[in-house]
């Protein structure tokens, strides 16, 4: 258990509302709302990120993965360039085999590619893992820093994005980043 003052920002965003928790560590976790309706995602022209309000302090972290995600939205040739905000992710062990797929995925799955969950457990260093990598998938706290949404199946299907329910999310984030075929 950990000891964290946790902040909290709501945030509109392109893909609906996305909730952020942070401490002065880092950000702990990131809540995309999931939808049903596909067609919300295309009528929404704004890449723009807004604050619509906020809890605790925006301390360093929270304003840093504010910033991020408004960069992410709006401009990807800069996201690039812009420095991921720092993470304190208390769900798991720093050297187990979800921090690696996490890290990994951070480190070698740039902004408009994708890697099948067995090619992500290769680069891990386990190429049978893909279930594993898969386990690590769903207990991502901190999506769109952790970019899950560009891991696919072995023959290009979406997976399970948030139990299913946010496969419109994963397409329309797969597209913004230029991913081809979806």
Known sequence: MTNCVLSYAWLKSPIGEII??????????????ATSDPSRLERYQNNKVEVLKSEGVMNKPLTECTEWLSIYFSDLTAITEHTLPPMHL???????????????????????ETVSYGELAA????????RAVGGAMRSNQIPLLMPCHRVVGSHGNLGNYMSGKGLPIKKWLLKHEGVQGY
């Open 20 to 33: 952020v928790s942070a401490c002065s560590k880092g950000v702990h976790q990131i809540q995309l709302s």
């Open 123 to 130: 680069m891990c260093g386990n190429p049978k893992a893909c």
């Open 90 to 112: 208390t769900t798991t062990k720093p050297d187990s085999f979800t921090a690696s797929v996490w890290k990994t995925a951070i480190d070698k799955v740039p902004v408009g």
